[in-house]
Structure formats: structure tokens, C-alpha cells
């Protein structure tokens, strides 16, 4: 069970749990402390490209450093289990914070900021509404205490990574198309990425998550074969199901080339939101079908 | 030192007389030699397609234009009432700020354009090479060079393409990322598609096919452009090989046709630059979806919206060149100023001194070393308030003083009977 648990907080499993230093400064870090600094470099952001202003530029990407050095630390220090929707939105947040400080880098001239931090935020707060999980002892059900549970989140966690991933690219595929659309002037308003660049992006990030989502519901019917909690007409099952499938359907279309960019885009966003439903629908319960 | 900027531009000089009146490097050079030679100017002649100008500096007082208007009419073999009309000059501060202006390119004809700055330098160098400038112009056109730095740096002036081509090119990057395995297709040989085809050329597409209705023309800009010819009869078949259209034909009527067009089988996204006039691609076939056109119209857009973007910075460019300019006035003016003062209060000095020893020598043995002291204190007190009122009337005059006659530096000098 030990085992499972260190495996369940991933990253965070480096030191010992136990020692933790300066443990007082850590309780002092709260959600509050990384939603401000988010929100901060947020309106900087959009501040740099309404103004042009290279000191808002920079501000945000102080501001989201420091929200996610915060971020780092709360996850750090509070350790919560991955089966859990609260941690695993926040660290589906965390990783996408990365991609945002690295997409700013990388691409100092282009509007990033302003796709990716809502949807920071926005996981964050469904995160606050789930809630926290449950104290460790409080755990009963079946695949919080087996290799399985863990390895089945942390592998739809990894591919919900990428459904965000290509999410972002999908909206911001759509905001670049209908700027060619209406033939604004380039350089004006939001600087975006190429519509090819932001098509393999997609492409990219549908890729990544299908092999992901795949091993990930193969842990969950081992899993579900052993539940006795959870029955094959779940609607978290369902849902996961319905996912697959539809990454499955975007994959096959998109090899046989009958689909567009832009159907692509549209399907992943409905994927998208099949995460959500699923997760919602996983309410105070571990994640995963 | 007297600062003179004289010449014409497009603003107030067709281009018939610009084109009499211009300098060919050869011309410049041989002008240059005679402005220095036979009249004693530093100098430097601007000649761009936009405007013939010289700007002059010499010690002595500089005739306002007119001898000078002369020696441009003479050096073309024009008469001067064919000239003068033409001609505006500038002096001191006026004619910095008019360089400045220039070079910052706030008097170019498409403002912030990037060429003009170049021309400045390289009509300096120019000068230069030919060891007819001087320490003013040296100066002059160095600032010159950081004033337009400044201005393209501190405002948005510069910012944004103008040009068609340019324009074309920036929408096509909206759409691509890469161009190593696009395929780009020119349709026609018309020459407002050159520097389009140039730019597209230089992101080093896979490949470059080029289709005409006369096979000639066809292959002498695929030859131009290291593409390939291809046989007009063959225009679908390209079309759907292509990422990227350019077309400029010279045809009446549209050669696609949007029915044609949706004939074609095509499974990727294509960019079409259609900046033929009449128009070459039915613009029904714009849907942003598979295939985004452009034609002449959008890309006036892009150059139009530009320009309204430029001018929005000209208020705050035109604020760093007044306060460079006046700096730089001031600066000369210093300058001029500040070995008189030098002079002067070491030739009192000396003159404090020779007293001072003499009074010591005769009251030799009467004093002690704390009177002596004293004596030379008071000595250098009284020499300073002394100094005082003249040393500030001349910063004051040269704070205010912008024209090239320092009446009160001149009466110092009499005065004083300080050389030049």
C-alpha cells in the first residue's frame, strides 16, 4: 500500500515523507497563492497585447514563475493522491503552467498566455469546487489499494494532458482561421502561431493522448474486473468509453484524410469536454472509468 | 560655424526636375570636391529618388541658398529660374532638425520606411571617403544616425510592412510555418508579381513551378527564380499540387472561375495571392477554411492600415527629434563657447599671477605666509566675480542663440583681444 501511495503521488515521492522542510512555510502556501499569481500574469498578458508593453510581457512571466513555484510547493507539500479529481486537475493545471511559461519563452512574440492561463484557471477552480480528497485513512474503495488504480489515473491523467493540449490548439486553431477568414491585417490584435503550426500541434497532442487513453482503460477493465464498487454501466465508464471512441474516430478520419483541420479541431474541443463530463460526472469519487 | 541644408523633394518638386537635379555617384563625387574646394564647405549631397540634398557647414557665414542654388543649377547645366522655385533651404537648427527628420524617415514619402536611413549613411560615408566633411558634419550625421535608431526604436514607427510583396508574404506565414515541402505555383509573368515572387522565393519553398499562356515568358521566370516551367494546359493538374498561388496575369477576365476551382481535388490548405488587376481567382473561392485568397485589395489594406498605425507614432518621433535637435545646438554651441572661456580665464589668471608675484617681491620680508595667503585669495576672489558675469551672459546667449552670429562671443573676443 506504501508502495501504491508513492506511486500515486508521482513526482512528488522523491524525498522521504516525513522530512519535509520548513514545513510550516509550505502550510502557509495555499491555492489562493498561485489563482492570484495566475489571474496577475493573465491580465499582464492581455495587457502586453492590447499596449504592446515589453514590461507587461515580462510581468506575466514573472507572475506566472512565481505562481508556479507556488504551485509546485502546495503539490509538494500537501501530496495528494492522483485518483483524486482535486489533485489531478491540479496537476493537469501545473503541466500546462510549464507549457505556458515555455510557450511564452519560445514564442515571445505570440499571444500563448491569454489561451492557456484561463484554462489554468478554469481547472484549478473545478478543482476548489471538487473539493480536497478525503483524509488518507478515510480511503476504502477497492482502487485506491491496489497497483492498478494508480497506474489507471496516472496513465488518463497523462492523456488528459494532452486532450488540454490539443483543446488549446483546437480554440486557438479556430481564432487564427477566422482571422485569415476576415483577412485581418497580420501583426495586428492576437499574434498567433501559423495554422499549420497550430494543426500539428493538435495533430501532436491527439497522437500523444490516444496511446495514453488506450493503456489507461485497459488498466481500468482489469481494474473493473476486480471492482466491486464500480460496474461496467458506470457513467464514468461510459464516459471514458465514449472518449476513446471518439479519439479513435478523429484518428481513423484524420489518417484516411477526410477530415479537415478545422472538423479536427471542432472534434477535439467536443473531446474536450467529454473530459469535463466524465470528470463531473466522477464526482467525489476516484477518477478513471 | 554656420550649418546649411539645401535641396529639394518630392514634396515640393516633380520628378522630372528631381531626375535634372540628381546626383550620380560620379556627379556626387565632383561636387563634393568643388563645394569644398572652391567654396570651403564641409559637405554631404543626399541623392535619393525622393530628394537632391546638400548639407554644407563652414566657419565663415554661409550664403542663404542663393549662391548656392546657383552651383546646383551651373553643376546640372540648368538655368537658375529652373531651379531656384524648387529649392528650400535650411539653417542651423532648422537644417538639424530637418537631417534628423530625414533620416528618421518622418519626410519620407511612405513614413518609417527602413531605406532612407541607409541612403543618409551611405551619402556620409561617401563624403566622408572623399575627406570633405569636418567636425561638424561628422558629428552632425552620427547623431543623425542615433537619432533615427532612437526614433525607430522608441516609437512604433517602423513597425508593420508596407509593401505588397511584403504584405503577401506576412499573410502567407499566417497560414504556413514551413516552406521546405510546399509547392509554390506563379501564374503569370506580370511585373507587380517580381518582388512577390522574390520574397516567396527567398523561404526556400521544395518547389517553384511557373505556368504562363506563352511558354516563353513561362520559362524565363521559372529561370529567374530557379523554378519550372510548366504548360498552360496544365493548370488544374499544378493547382492541386500547390500550397501557395501567386497569380498576376494580365487576363480580362478570371482564369479560375469558382466552379473550376472546386473541380480540383486538393486535400491541404492553400494560400492564393491573387494581385492581378482585373482579378485572376473568382473570390468566392475564399472560404478559411481549405483556402485562403488575397487579393490586391486585402494587401492595400495591410499597407493602408500600416501606415494609419505609423501615423500614430509621428507626434512622439517628431518630440524625440526636436529635443535631439536642440541638444545637438546646444552641443555646438558649447563648443564654440567653451575655449573662449578657457582663454579668458587663463590669460586673467596669468595676469593675477604676475601681479600677485610683483606686490610679494616689493613688500619682500613685510609679510608673513598667512597674509600672503590671504592676498591670494582675496587676488582669485575678486578674478572670479570678475569672470562671473561675463562667463554666464555667454552660457546664457548660447542657450538662446540658435543662428550662426554669436555677437557677444565676437565682442569677447574684442574685448578681451582673445584670437580666434
Redesign the interface.
Known sequence: MEAGYLFLVGPFAYTKLGKRANADTMDRITIFCFVASYTLALMLELLHSWRGLIAARIGALLSGLAGLVAHTLFLYSKQPPLIWQFSWLLFVAWVLVVAYLTGAIHYRRLTWGIFVLPLVLALVGLAVLFGQPPERGLWTTYETHTLWGPVHATLLLLASVGVCVGFLASIMYLFQAHRLRTKATPGTGLRMLSLEKLEEMNRRAIWAAFPLLSAGMIAGVVLLSRSEVVSWTDPRVLSTVVLWLLFAVVLFLRIASFLRARQVAMLTIVAFLLLLCSLVLSHNQPTGG | MELLALGCSYRNTAVEVREQLAFTDEQAGRALERLASELGYEAVILSTCNRVELYLARSGPCPLGGDLTRFLADFHGLSLDRVRPHVYAYRQLDAVRHLFRVSASLDSMLIGEGQIAGQVKKAYEKALALGVTGPVLNVLFMQARKVARRVRTET?IS???VSVSS?AV??V??????FSDKTVLVIGAGKMGELTLKHLAAQRPARILVTNRSPDKAYAVAAGCGGEAVAWDRLDEVLAQAHIVLSTTGAPEPIVTRERYLKIPR?H?VAILDIAVPRDFDPRI?????T?L?NID?LM??RE??LA?RRDHIAPAESIVEAEAQKFVKDIARRRVGPVIDRLTKSLEEKRREIVTKLFLRLNGKLSDGDKQYIEGAFSLLQNQFLHGPIRALNDETAVTTGARHTLLEAMRKLFHLPE
Open positions: 512604433g513597425q508593420g510592412h504584405a506576412d499573410y506565414r499566417e497560414v504556413f510555418d514551413h486535400r490548405t475564399h472560404d478559411g477554411d481549405q485562403f488575397f486585402d489594406k495591410v492600415a500600416t498605425r
